[in-house]
């Protein structure tokens, strides 16, 4: 298979929530084993794209592609995506009581490995990935992200995509609220997955955990476009000066 | 379309056997039917008295149009008797090959060997097989069918039979008194406890068939038994009726556990009276789930009549398209330091219905009562339905009382979150229904745990089409 097809490229896309246009344009590609930041200011479009990329039905692209292993993610489903590889990391989970931790991961983990022979990584992964976050095992036998705190569920969160392992991950704003021993955890996290097979988008509004985590590649997204795109050298060009020049220019 | 796991599992239900029976009473209800089936049981004559009476109860009573509609019951088309076989068995190989075929189907004697202290297995009005392991029969212990009990246990009927719940009771519980047969008799002597399960097991295979089965369980002063039932039928055009009554005398100091894990074809009405009577710091606990059936009322009911009692009503309820489950539960509170807790949830699917009804009674002598209601409905679309009914009369007003009702929806939100995680969207509902009734399954024995999820999905994935 051609190297081409494992960069997810994204080509004039549009979209547009109910009554509001979000991404008006958006041209960029994120190539396989790369860190990739995604910044800008507050109601830009980032998790906006973060969740077009992986279906949200409540929003409605209207032009544009989004290819992926050879594939035209516009025409799969969520559960599809994931399947493939795809993952986003949710700024506020929902909750869902009574449903227990333990048997969601295990139940994501078989849609993603149906063999039987593949049961087994299943407990490799998750001992590793509850050390890995300083988890008690207790955590699983709790009601996914019911009565969590902020933090907690940041960690769920980072709990799934140590058990799923995706290809492409995307992590909204995981560093929000969190103090700097959890926003460790979390760069050590990446860190641990990280692999010239994996790609991710951290989808930041900080430098913070940029510290921790030297992207390849940086984007700003500014109303709803790619407004500069540059090495990690950008970031502390955004430090500086802040949004206010993308947003002139846009304006 | 592929065949998924529960088209199978649906299949192993839905399957119809092709019987001949042994004896069957004429289609239509006449004090003739009574008098055969009292015949056909060799059962005293006050039997046969008590069941004539309460048929004039049942023609007086008009039917009760207060809460689901019944007026498809055509109470002339309907066989109130058929025996399947000769006699009831204590060894599973002197089953008829047929009748053991079904229930091996559904794993009854391997559950038996496995988890349950004993088993009954009802197949149309008769119990079929029985057996109660032998470390309990020692200690006095008595399950047997509730046909044989008039002629082996005369003095325990007699005291007990319709005090719980008389035969003028309701008009299902008339017709019941008049035409029962089968169902559970259980003693449990003085301070011993069975900690295994009992576990009747309920067939209709029969088109336009009355399954009238008649449940006592009687547990002596500081004894304990927990009683599991399962009910399943296939699919027929004309509907069948399912009119049971089980009655519980918790006497005091004892605990009676009754589970129900219904699951009946959406062609059954399921007209059930459940009832019990709890003595001083006796208690009781229904733990009762409604799956399948076009129609379900039925409100487990407790009395708590003695000082310090303790009823514990946890009821589940899941209506899919056509189906209409009115259920919900009863408590009165007779005595001082008594203690109630209800808790009822609900799911209406494919513009399914459900509706809690439940009545909450604290006479003037209760004095320092404690009373706790929830219900919860989960509607899965916009078709659905749920109504709540809740009653309290509090006659004593000293009475401690917290009630919390919600109707929830699954929300776009927790679908979209399961299905980025790699869930079909059939997977994330089902998912989030299990966790749902979550606080339901885990009063359950593993194996019915197990065999509720099993029962969810195949509501979940049968629905359509």
Redo the contacts between chains.
Sequence with gaps: MPTITNTLEIHSLHAKAPGQEILRGVDVSFPRGKIVTLMGPNGSGKSTLAHVL?????FTVTKGQIRWQGKNLLRL???E???LGL??S?QQ??E?????LL??LA??YK??HPKANQQKDFDKNLRKALSTLKLPESFLER?VNTGFSGGEKKKAEML?LLV?QPKLAILDEVDSGLDIDALKLISKTVRSLRSPQRTFIIITHYQRLLQYLKPDIVHVLVNGVIAESGSAALVKKIEKKGYSEYLKVAS | MPTTAADIQRRQINFKDDIDYVYRTPRGLTIETVRKISEQKKEPSWMLDRRLQALKYFLAKPMPTWGADLSGINFDDITYYIRPSERSSTKWSEVPKKIKDTFDKIGIPKAERKFLAGVGAQYESEVIYHNLKEQWTKLGVVFCDMSEAPRLYPELVKKYFGTVIPAADNKFSALNSAVWSGGSFIYVPKGVHVDLPLQAYFRINAPSMGQFERTLIIADEGSSVHYIEGCTAPMYSKDSLHAAVVELVALPNSRIRYTTIQNWSSNVYNLVTKRAIAYENALVEWVDGNLGSKVTMKYPAVLLKGRGARADILSVAFAGRGQHQDSGAKVTHLAPDTSSSIVAKSISKDGGRTSYRGLVRVLPQAHGCRIGVRCDALLLDKRSRSDTYPRMMIENPQATIEHEATVSKI????L??????????E??ER??V??????FAKELPMEYAVELNRLIELEMTGSVG
């Excluded at chain 1, 869902?96 to 227990?100: A, C, D, H, I, T």
């Excluded at chain 2, 979150?417 to 969207?425: K, Q």
């Excluded at chain 2, 299990?434 to 606080?439: N, R, T």
Aim: glycine share 8%; charged share 20%; no cysteine.
């Design positions: 992986m279906g949200q039905p409540e489903k969520a559960w995506r994931s399947r993952f986003v949710f989970p929902p869902l009581p009574g449903v227990n048997e969601f139940t994501a849609a993603h009601s799934q799923l | 929300s776009d939100e927790q979209y979150y399961l299905e980025s995680r790699g869930l079909t969207r997977d994330a998912m989030i299990v966790g749902f009734l979550e606080i």
